[in-house]
C-alpha cells in the first residue's frame, strides 16, 4: 500500500524528503554533470523539461506504490540544500521486495553522502515499510557505488556480463540483496527515524 502520509525521513547528516518545484534547477544541474550521468540511464545534459516532469511525477505520488519508482530528494541537514536523489521501487508482482538506487551530485561525492543516504532509505524500506528483500545493480565500473552497497551489508549475488547496452557499448551489471533479517542483525537502522519537515 503506497505511504500517502510520506514526507520526510530524517537521518544525522542527510534528510530524504518529497521534491518540492523549488528544486528544480539544483535538480537539473547535478543531474547535467557527464560524471553523474556517466554510469546512470540519462544523458547529460539532463534537458530541464525531463526534470520539470519528473518533480512533477514525484509530487503526485507516493513512495511505496508497487511497481513504481519514487525518488526522494536527498539534502543536507544543516543548509537544506539538494545533494542528490534516492529512489526505489516495489515489485509489482510481490512489493515485499524493492529495488533501490541513487545519485549524489558531483561536489558532495566522497563524503559519506550517499552512504548515510542508502541507509536512511533501508531503515525506511525494512523498518518502517516491512520489505523482505531490497535489491540494487550498478554497473560495474563505478566502484564508488559498489562500495557504498558494500558498506551496508548488501552481497553481491550476480555479476552479468555485456549484459546491458548502455550509451553505445554493452556493459557489465553487479547485481547486490540484502535481506531484512540480515539489516536487523546490522543494528544500522537506529540512526533514521521519521522526523518533522526541515523548513
Known sequence: MPDAGFE???????ALRRFRAADLEAFAAYRSAPSAARFQSW?????????????RQMMASDP??????????????STGELIGDCAARPDADDPRQAEI?????????GRGHATDAVRELL????????KHRVTASCDARNAASARVLERL?????????????AKGEWTDDLLYALLAREWQHSGQGAATEIGPPIQ
Do not use: C, K, M
Not at 43 to 55: S, W
Not at 101 to 109: C, S
Not at 153 to 165: N, P
Open 8 to 14: 520526510e525521513l530524517t537521518g544525522a547528516r542527510v
Open 43 to 55: 544523458d547529460a545534459p539532463f534537458p530541464r523539461r525531463d526534470a520539470e516532469e519528473l518533480i
Open 64 to 77: 511505496d506504490t508497487p511497481g513504481n519508482w519514487f525518488q526522494f530528494a536527498i539534502v543536507l541537514r
Open 101 to 109: 538506487g541513487y545519485t549524489i551530485a558531483v561536489g558532495h561525492q
Open 123 to 130: 531503515a525506511y524500506l525494512f523498518d518502517q515499510r516491512g
Open 153 to 165: 551489508g548488501l552481497r553481491r549475488e550476480g555479476h552479468l556480463r555485456e549484459s546491458t547496452w
